[in-house]
Nanobody
Framework: QLQLVESGGGLVQPGGSLRLSCAATADVYAIGWFRQAPGKEREGISCIRNNGQSVYYLDSEGRFTISRDMNTAYLHMNSLKPEDAGVYYC????????????????WGQGTQVTVSS
């Protein structure tokens, strides 16, 4: 059973930056990031394949960047806004990249991102 371990969340001021990490315990085709704000549905942010190709589902206007080193994926977030706050999850699939939260087979535990003065 593949496991995903997340880290990197925390409190940041508006305009600040965070880097989230997601470490998978085995080889996997796709690792993606989702987020969920209070009262809202979980939304896909981005996904990266094991060949390094990435896709973005959320229009962050270039503020978010996904990267990958073997079985660890990262989400670099710059110029953070209060509306970016929420719980961020990484997810993995052996088959496909998708921004639909019903698709990935594996999920991390989630990490809280708070953007506040």
């Amino acid at each position: 059973q593949l496991q995903l371990v997340e880290s990197g969340g925390g409190l940041v001021q508006p305009g600040g930056s965070l880097r989230l990490s997601c470490a998978a315990t085995a080889d996997v085709y796709a690792i993606g990031w989702f987020r969920q704000a209070p009262g809202k549905e979980r939304e896909g942010i981005s996904c990266i394949r094991n060949n390094g190709q990435s896709v973005y589902y959320l229009d962050s206007e270039g503020r978010f960047t996904i990267s990958r080193d073997m079985n660890t994926a990262y989400l670099h977030m710059n110029s953070l806004k209060p509306e970016d706050a929420g719980v961020y999850y990484c997810a993995a699939s052996r088959y496909v990249c998708s921004g639909d939260a019903s698709v990935p087979e594996y999920w991390g535990q989630g990490t809280q991102v708070t953007v506040s003065s």
